[in-house]
């Protein structure tokens, strides 16, 4: 009976960590605040600012990530970096 009981535990927390280990790795939207602070960094130095800002914050809705810094490391975010447009042109600032 006592092993029946302790393999149930050992059962129950493995389950347990599992469910903890799959919830941690699941990304959450990132919030259009998140994205709003971001894309102000990504296009502090745009010519066109507002234009930036607009298909930038696109992009992070769409992607839940913007590559670092004002220009370049569109590896940081496949995703960011893979966007065309129409013209199959970068989408993405």
Same mark, same amino acid.
């Given at each position: 009976m006592? *092993?029946?009981?302790?393999?149930s535990a050992a059962l129950i927390l493995l389950l347990l960590t599992d469910l903890v280990l799959i919830t941690s790795s699941i990304?959450?939207?990132?919030?259009?605040?998140?994205?709003?602070?971001?894309?102000? *960094?990504?296009?502090s130095k745009a010519g066109v600012k507002d234009r930036c800002l607009k298909y930038c914050g696109i992009c992070c809705a769409e992607c839940k990530c913007v590559p670092s810094g004002t220009y370049g490391n569109k590896h940081e975010c496949p995703c960011y970096r893979d966007k065309k447009n129409s013209k199959g042109k970068p989408k993405c600032p």
């Amino acid at each position: 009976m006592k *092993v029946q009981q302790l393999l149930s535990a050992a059962l129950i927390l493995l389950l347990l960590t599992d469910l903890v280990l799959i919830t941690s790795s699941i990304t959450l939207p990132a919030a259009s605040s998140d994205c709003d602070e971001k894309c102000g *960094v990504r296009c502090s130095k745009a010519g066109v600012k507002d234009r930036c800002l607009k298909y930038c914050g696109i992009c992070c809705a769409e992607c839940k990530c913007v590559p670092s810094g004002t220009y370049g490391n569109k590896h940081e975010c496949p995703c960011y970096r893979d966007k065309k447009n129409s013209k199959g042109k970068p989408k993405c600032p």
